[in-house]
């Protein structure tokens, strides 16, 4: 559940994501899954996590890269690295390094990197292009490039159900881009001319249609408390007195419930795993 246009990473925000940082671990391990088998991770390989945040995808890929391998996490917010750099990676996993760094702003280039990794982390670069030429320039040649991005927000239940539960409450249209912000990288297209032009090939996107634990797992109240903090839905709400928001709670239970299973409300996300080589 990432920041949309209008949404940030402002201090408010960072907060907050750090306060939620184990339910949306929880909630994204299908898109983990995913992309983990896209990178295909080798014993001794250094690897670049951008947009690390409190560093999940760091940690697994130190793990599995083992300590051989070699593994940076770099992030715009400092809050969010030392949040990673508060939890101690598994025993055997390689060491890692925490990089408060924009990579519109260019990257240490030495010693290079033999993966570019990303969970979600690559839609918000002020200017992409220079972004992705600078991790080019960072990683070896013949190295590769694994991340993975959201498609248009309105083919995902996770956001477009509680947020068109929300506005069917408050009486708005949707006036919301779905096409910015998290999801600005959903063209397959799109993604390989700008990879291409930033010195990438043999670009490939993947869709995938998954299922995710709402908020990291819990009932339709539950989710539908959670779904105020984050995405479209934040937006809408977010100077909500009160009683406007238990209104809105409960138009946004009624409409998960059809989701929930076992306990846990399940909703679709459709993502986009895109791998490339460094030319």
């Known amino acids: 559940m990432e920041p949309i246009a209008g949404d940030g990473w402002n201090d408010e925000r960072t907060a907050r994501w750090i306060r939620q940082a184990e339910g949306i671990e929880r909630q994204l391990q299908p898109v983990s899954h995913v992309l983990f088998q896209a990178a295909a991770l080798r014993v001794g390989e250094r690897v670049l996590d951008v947009g690390c945040g409190t560093g999940p995808t760091t940690r697994q890929a130190a793990e599995l890269v083992g300590p051989t391998g070699r593994v940076t996490g770099v992030d715009v917010t400092a809050e969010m690295l030392a949040a990673a750099a508060a ?40 200017d992409p292009h220079p972004a992705f030429e600078n991790l080019a320039a960072a990683t070896v040649p013949g190295g590769r490039l694994a991340i993975a991005t959201w498609a248009r927000r309105r083919e995902s239940e996770m956001f477009e159900v509680p947020f068109q539960a929300a506005l069917a409450v408050l009486g708005r249209s949707d006036d919301l881009p779905d096409d910015e912000g998290p999801f600005s990288l959903h063209d397959p297209s799109a993604i390989r001319d700008l990879l291409e032009g930033a010195g990438w090939r043999v670009v490939d996107t993947a869709i995938h249609h998954l299922r995710l634990p709402y908020a990291g797992g819990g009932s339709a109240t539950t989710a539908a408390q959670a779904s105020l903090d984050s995405g479209p839905t934040r937006i809408v709400t977010k100077d909500l007195d009160g009683a406007d928001q238990r209104r809105v709670v409960e138009r946004i239970a009624e409409a998960l419930r059809p989701y929930e299973v076992a306990g846990t409300v399940l909703l679709g996300g459709t993502v986009l795993i895109t791998s490339a080589g460094r030319r």
Request: hydrophobic letters at 50%; proline letters at 15%; charged letters at 20%.
């Open 87 to 126: 939890i101690a990676p598994e025993p055997g996993a390689a060491p890692i390094e925490w990089l408060l760094a924009d990579p519109v702003d260019g990257l240490d280039p030495s010693p290079g990197h033999d993966i570019v990794l990303s969970r979600f982390g690559v839609m918000f670069f002020s």
